[in-house]
């Protein structure tokens, strides 16, 4: 998938573009969990195809590390949704946190973030 592109950046838009097709499919509910002798990069890309921010960034980095394209992983969170009403329990339903992961990339001088294939 990488073979034509002459620089990092045209690789990793290369492997991005690949795990966006539609042999992957982003899901938050119906995710394999790995057994005790699965790897789990080795499953979503090979097997399952069906995971959530998580698997893709994961993914997509040891595929970039693979190709000699230093990558870095990162995940965090982001802003939340004020629900108004806690039901009694402020501590838990205040706000729901949306979790995120992002790669950030070096190229020939700079640094670039990259938002990675499930779009999340």
Known sequence: MTAGQ???YDKAKAVEIYLS???YTYDQKN???PGKNDDYVDQFLFKTKRGYCDNFSTSMAVMLRSIGIPTRWVKGYIGGDFHQYSNGNIAQSIYQVKAMTRLTNYYEQFLYQQKHPAGC
Request: aromatic share 12%.
């Open 6 to 8: 002459t620089n990092w």
């Open 21 to 23: 097709g539609p042999d």
């Open 31 to 33: 995710v394999a969990v």
